[in-house]
């Protein structure tokens, strides 16, 4: 391509355009600005801009940059999205690579997928499409898995601003899961972006050494997962449910997404039923279900959260607290009001007498008759503490022996199962977490037809997050507790016993 003219007017405000604060800190302005929507006799002809949720995607990254600015230890961006079918992640992708690039002069992209072909075909062809209507394309060359910027405007970049070029680029990279340290890379001052199309399907040591790529302290790092979730298990099931305190998720239902064809997705469902696979992971974006081994099935979470609250005012308040063991466990405590999951408490990197105060101050705030704390481990010392300050708290250990020895194996099973048929008619709140706990555990029943749950150690070897909230929620169940109109009713006394019957007839 013939070097255009650096003096030219033209050339030089197109620069102070794309690197100004306005556009080059504004994803979304960047990507409104660099192409051209709604202009005759092109592809955009008949588009306004980005799609909602690419929208709120490109916001998020102007908000992360923001908050980025005078950190002295400056945080990495983590997003991980899944979604249905055919809603416009490979164009995302090439805004996002095309922004990196031409905002962040020097800053470097790596760009993988689930397969060769994936990348070479879809992503990288959707990247040749985008490059050739962005403003600014003549400053890149692309090639079958590279952009670079030209090489006048390298010269250019060394010569007036005094900075090396040699990592400038965006590459198209592939892995190998028997050599998974072939895949390590460059480690750039500059920015570094890592982005994973159709994640679901990389393997676990290639996230690991993925990692590696953002060892710098610099303000431009960003890691980008996007796939269909089409598997549970793996790393980017881990992004929503084991390592969920380290990124950001987002999950985007094909059918609310504008200008796609709905009588694709209408037939998906029709063809193979609401809740089948094929729906979950091609349409709603959702990760499949575990299977007739899961203790408790996501539609019946779906079923509670979707339920209006009773609002029983006579029902029992009861808390329930599952104290955090360290690392990404966090404390939770959660209300319960009969059928109504009232309200959920989640903190983290607390120490015990910290906790004792949430507890105490959630006391103040819901006058609960009962409070339950699972004791094992920091809660005997949170359970001591609030007792000696007479507090209502008990606690409960689940590894006690359950009341139905022959149906559940401890007592943590055996609350859980009560939750479970709480669940049936329940109401609780939408809550991403709380579902992720609630369909985590596996049942493992033993050979007399016993039931246990799996450990929560076992859960993390799955990938899975320690199920805080739902642990809060089953120690609800650990003790009876009187209805609220019964137990606070005056005790009345009879002479006889024909004035019992004649209290019980309502005479």
Same mark, same amino acid.
């Given at each position: @391509?013939?070097?255009?003219?650096?003096?030219?007017?033209?050339?030089?405000?197109?620069?102070?355009?794309?690197?100004?604060?306005?556009?080059?800190?504004?994803?979304?302005?960047?990507?409104?600005?660099?192409?051209?929507?709604? &202009?005759?006799?092109?592809?955009?002809?008949?588009?306004?801009?980005?799609?909602?949720? &690419?929208?709120?995607?490109?916001?998020?990254?102007?908000?992360?940059?923001?908050?980025?600015?005078?950190?002295?230890?400056?945080?990495?961006?983590?997003?991980?999205?899944?979604?249905?079918?055919?809603?416009?992640?490979?164009?995302?992708?090439?805004?996002?690579?095309?922004?990196?690039?031409?905002?962040?002069?020097?800053?470097?992209?790596?760009?993988? $997928?689930?397969?060769?072909? &994936?990348?070479?075909?879809?992503?990288?062809?959707?990247?040749?499409?985008?490059? $050739?209507?962005?403003?600014?394309?003549?400053?890149?060359?692309?090639?079958?898995?590279?952009?670079?910027?030209?090489?006048?405007?390298?010269?250019?970049?060394?010569?007036?601003?005094?900075?090396?070029?040699?990592?400038?680029?965006?590459?198209?990279?592939?892995?190998?899961?028997?050599?998974?340290?072939?895949?390590?890379?460059?480690?750039?001052?500059?920015?570094?972006?890592?982005?994973?199309?159709?994640?679901?399907?990389?393997?676990?040591?290639?996230?690991?050494?993925?990692?590696?790529?953002?060892?710098?302290?610099?303000?431009?790092?960003?890691?980008?997962?996007?796939?269909?979730?089409?598997?549970?298990?793996?790393?980017?099931?881990?992004?929503?449910? +084991?390592?969920?305190?380290?990124?950001?998720?987002?999950?985007?239902? +094909?059918?609310?997404?504008?200008?796609?064809?709905? &009588?694709?997705?209408?037939?998906?469902?029709?063809?193979?039923?609401?809740?089948?696979?094929?729906?979950?992971?091609?349409?709603?974006?959702?990760?499949?279900?575990?299977?007739?081994?899961?203790?408790?099935?996501?539609?019946?979470?779906?079923?509670?959260?979707?339920?209006?609250?009773?609002?029983?005012?006579?029902?029992?308040?009861?808390?329930?607290?599952?104290?955090?063991?360290?690392?990404?466990?966090?404390?939770?405590?959660?209300?319960?009001?009969?059928?109504?999951?009232?309200?959920?408490?989640?903190?983290?990197?607390?120490?015990?007498?910290?906790?004792?105060?949430?507890?105490?101050? $959630?006391?103040?705030?819901?006058?609960?008759?009962?409070?339950?704390?699972?004791?094992?481990?920091?809660?005997?010392?949170?359970?001591?503490?609030?007792?000696?300050?007479?507090?209502?708290?008990?606690?409960?250990?689940?590894?006690?022996?359950?009341?139905?020895?022959? @149906?559940?194996?401890?007592?943590?099973?055996?609350?859980?199962?009560?939750?479970?048929?709480?669940?049936?008619?329940?109401?609780?709140?939408?809550?991403?977490?709380?579902?992720?706990?609630?369909?985590?555990?596996?049942?493992?029943?033993?050979?007399?037809?016993?039931?246990?749950?799996?450990?929560?150690?076992?859960?993390?070897?799955?990938?899975?997050?320690?199920?805080?909230?739902?642990?809060?929620?089953?120690?609800?169940?650990?003790?009876?507790?009187?209805?609220?109109?019964?137990?606070?009713?005056?005790?009345?006394?009879?002479?006889?016993?024909?004035?019992?019957?004649?209290?019980? @007839?309502?005479?």
């Amino acid at each position: @391509m013939q070097q255009p003219i650096y003096k030219s007017d033209e050339e030089q405000k197109l620069m102070v355009e794309l690197w100004s604060p306005a556009i080059a800190d504004d994803p979304e302005a960047f990507v409104l600005f660099a192409f051209p929507w709604g &202009q005759k006799n092109t592809p955009l002809a008949n588009f306004k801009g980005p799609r909602k949720w &690419q929208r709120e995607v490109l916001r998020g990254l102007a908000a992360h940059i923001k908050n980025n600015k005078g950190k002295v230890q400056m945080d990495t961006l983590r997003e991980a999205i899944s979604s249905g079918r055919g809603i416009g992640k490979s164009a995302l992708v090439s805004w996002l690579v095309l922004w990196m690039l031409t905002t962040r002069i020097g800053g470097s992209v790596i760009i993988s $997928a689930n397969s060769e072909s &994936q990348l070479r075909s879809v992503t990288w062809a959707e990247l040749t499409k985008w490059s $050739a209507m962005t403003i600014n394309n003549h400053w890149f060359e692309i090639s079958a898995t590279k952009l670079v910027p030209a090489q006048w405007l390298c010269e250019l970049v060394e010569r007036d601003l005094k900075k090396g070029t040699r990592y400038w680029a965006a590459e198209g990279k592939l892995w190998s899961a028997e050599n998974p340290d072939s895949y390590a890379g460059v480690h750039n001052q500059d920015g570094m972006m890592l982005i994973f199309d159709e994640s679901s399907g990389i393997p676990n040591p290639i996230w690991e050494v993925g990692a590696g790529f953002f060892t710098e302290n610099t303000a431009d790092r960003y890691w980008f997962a996007f796939s269909n979730p089409r598997r549970n298990e793996g790393y980017f099931f881990e992004c929503f449910h +084991a390592k969920r305190a380290f990124w950001n998720t987002r999950q985007v239902d +094909a059918r609310t997404v504008e200008d796609t064809d709905k &009588q694709v997705y209408e037939q998906i469902i029709a063809e193979y039923g609401e809740d089948s696979p094929q729906a979950k992971v091609e349409v709603y974006g959702e990760f499949p279900d575990a299977g007739e081994d899961q203790f408790i099935q996501p539609m019946l979470v779906d079923d509670a959260a979707k339920r209006t609250r009773y609002k029983d005012l006579t029902a029992p308040i009861i808390l329930g607290i599952d104290p955090a063991r360290g690392g990404a466990d966090s404390t939770v405590i959660v209300v319960r009001q009969g059928r109504d999951l009232v309200a959920i408490k989640r903190y983290s990197g607390e120490d015990t007498m910290t906790i004792v105060g949430r507890v105490i101050d $959630a006391i103040e705030e819901y006058k609960p008759t009962l409070a339950v704390i699972d004791e094992g481990g920091l809660g005997y010392g949170i359970l001591d503490r609030l007792v000696e300050q007479r507090y209502k708290v008990r606690g409960v250990n689940f590894g006690w022996k359950a009341k139905n020895s022959i @149906m559940w194996g401890n007592k943590r099973a055996e609350m859980w199962g009560t939750m479970k048929d709480w669940l049936r008619t329940a109401s609780i709140p939408t809550d991403r977490q709380l579902k992720a706990d609630l369909v985590g555990p596996m049942k493992k029943p033993n050979s007399s037809g016993t039931i246990f749950l799996e450990g929560k150690k076992e859960m993390r070897n799955r990938g899975l997050a320690s199920p805080d909230a739902a642990d809060a929620l089953a120690v609800t169940f650990a003790f009876p507790v009187a209805h609220r109109e019964h137990s606070l009713a005056p005790r009345r006394t009879f002479s006889s016993s024909q004035n019992v019957v004649n209290s019980w @007839m309502g005479s």
